[in-house]
């Protein structure tokens, strides 16, 4: 069981988004799991983890909700500079501290003009990192506040964004356990309301005794 909350807390790791100023709302991905893992076949990611991602942004703080039978929700919380993960097999809410990362960049490469999602002419940015290589497509009109995020250090989130001053429209995320692709079926810029930000009321965190080893 310790195994397997390891690399639930891995892969979220990973998971892990208009010209003149910067996106509020909603983006809706469509998410695929390949398994590189002998013992966990690509449904059992997929199924687990969620096939569908709702992002919502707002002021340096974001929210995933997913459809997975074992991962819930994800909330970053630019205040506390923590990120909160919820689990459907735990009733706590586990946090760990976004200016941490065990993670490392090696080398950049920028690629203009690669792709396109829903309209939107995307470059192509490829980070070769400890962990495997990761590939973000983006348009700067979907723009962030990147100063917002100075102190988001985990999962190279920073690192992107120092790059791209936007959100991701495709990812694709490569590790040794597996390769998950996302990508933006739905772009909705919209007001939100504080409260999408906020734990649930009476919501006792602790911090996540799950460790990812370097």
């Not at 039978?69 to 689990?87: A, C, G, R, V």
């Not at 990812?171 to 739905?186: D, G, N, R």
Request: glycine fraction near 6%; include cysteine; charged fraction near 25%.
């Amino acid at each position: 069981m310790k195994k397997k909350h390891i690399t639930i807390i891995l892969l979220t790791a990973f998971i892990g988004m208009a010209s003149g100023q910067t996106f509020e709302g909603k983006i809706t991905y469509q998410v695929n799991y390949k398994s590189k893992h002998p013992n966990v076949q690509d449904q059992q990611f997929n199924s687990m983890m969620g096939s569908i991602q709702e992002y919502l942004i707002k002021d340096g703080n974001y929210r995933s909700n997913y459809n997975g039978s074992t991962f819930q929700w994800e909330l970053y919380d630019k205040k506390s500079n923590k990120i909160y993960k919820k689990m459907s097999n735990s009733e706590s809410i586990q946090w760990i501290d976004a200016g941490t990362n065990k993670d490392k960049v090696m080398s950049v490469v920028l690629n203009k003009g690669v792709t396109e999602v829903l309209g939107y002419k995307c470059d192509e940015l490829v980070f070769t990192c400890k962990s495997g290589v990761q590939k973000y497509y983006f348009n700067e009109k979907i723009a962030v506040d990147i100063a917002q995020f100075e102190s988001h250090l985990h999962g190279n989130w920073y690192e992107f964004l120092k790059v791209s001053k936007s959100l991701p429209l495709k990812s694709i995320i490569e590790s040794p356990q597996f390769i998950v692709e996302s990508v933006a079926t739905e772009i909705a810029e919209m007001e939100l309301e504080d409260k999408e930000f906020q734990l649930p009321k009476n919501a006792k965190p602790a911090k996540s005794p799950y460790l990812i080893k370097e």
